[in-house]
C-alpha cells in the first residue's frame, strides 16, 4: 500500500511539476533570447520520468538538437575562431548595453546578447559536450 501511494505521489509531482514548466514556456516564449526553450525542455524531462512518449520526445529533440549544433558549429579551425571572435564582441556589446542603456528595452536586449554570447560559448569548439563528458566523470554515481 505505502509503496502504491508513493508511486501515486510521484506521478502527480512530476506530472504537475511538468505541466507548469511547460506552461511557463508558452507564457515565456516570446521574451528575447531562448525564451520558453530550456522551460518547455525541463517540463518534458519531468514529464519523461512517467511516461514513455516524453521520454521519447525528449530523445527526438535532444537527437535534433546535436545535428543542428553540427551543422552550425563545424570542426573547422577558421570558423571556430571567427565564432570565438563574434563570442568576445558579443559579450562586450552586452556589457555596453547593460551599463549605459537604462530604458527596460535595452536591458531585455542586453539579456538576448548576454544568451547568445553563452550559447555560442558553449557550442562552438564541443564545449558543452566536453563539459557534460566532465560532469559524468565525476559525479556520476552508478
Not at 13 to 22: Q, S
Not at 61 to 67: D, F, N, P, Q
Request: hydrophobic share 50%.
Amino acid at each position: 500500500m505505502k509503496q502504491r501511494v508513493q508511486k501515486i505521489t510521484k506521478l502527480i509531482v512530476f506530472d504537475t511539476l511538468g505541466g507548469l514548466l511547460i506552461v511557463a514556456a508558452i507564457l515565456t516564449g516570446w521574451l528575447p533570447g531562448p525564451g520558453g526553450i530550456p522551460l518547455f525542455l525541463a517540463g518534458l524531462g519531468m514529464l519523461a520520468v512517467n511516461h514513455q512518449w516524453a521520454r521519447n520526445l525528449l530523445k527526438r529533440a535532444e537527437k535534433e538538437g546535436v545535428a543542428i549544433v553540427e551543422k552550425l558549429f563545424p570542426d573547422n579551425r577558421k570558423v571556430q575562431i571567427l565564432y570565438d571572435i563574434a563570442d568576445i564582441f558579443a559579450f562586450a556589446l552586452w556589457i555596453s548595453i547593460f551599463l549605459f542603456y537604462d530604458q527596460k528595452v535595452g536591458r531585455i536586449f542586453a539579456f538576448f546578447v548576454l544568451g547568445l554570447s553563452f550559447g555560442i560559448l558553449l557550442c562552438n569548439r564541443r564545449r558543452y559536450q566536453r563539459f557534460t563528458a566532465w560532469l559524468k566523470r565525476h559525479f556520476h554515481k552508478g
